[in-house]
């Protein structure tokens, strides 16, 4: 799957195709996770996304192959966790490090989930 690079234009207040055109695949085995952190919150910032775009990406992992899906609730679920050990929070993340946190404590609790240590 490709995706046509857009720019921001100023002076038309718009988003603009650049011509460039990326290969996803290419790119996802070419990121770190910094990088992957990176573009995740871009990519949530860029139009102030939230819980409708979120249930339209679980939709769309919804049509992958179900091994990808585990290896992505996986992931999904060490991010949430990873997020819920931050010891300093305000009233811009209390809300979403207090659900990971109770998202973590719900998984060790009542389904038996244990978190690797870091590795």
Known sequence: MNVN????DSKTWSYVETGEVVD???LSHSLSAEQLASLLSDWANAGGKGQKEGREVGRAL?????HLQHLV???CIG???QMG???WTDERNEFAIKTCQKISRFLVDKCDY???EEE
């Open 73 to 75: 609730v996986q992931m």
């Open 5 to 8: 690079l857009k720019r921001y």
């Open 114 to 116: 244990y978190f690797r």
């Open 24 to 26: 996803l695949h290419a």
């Open 85 to 87: 050990l931050q010891k």
């Open 62 to 66: 919804s049509r992958e192959h179900r």
């Open 79 to 81: 991010i949430l966790h």
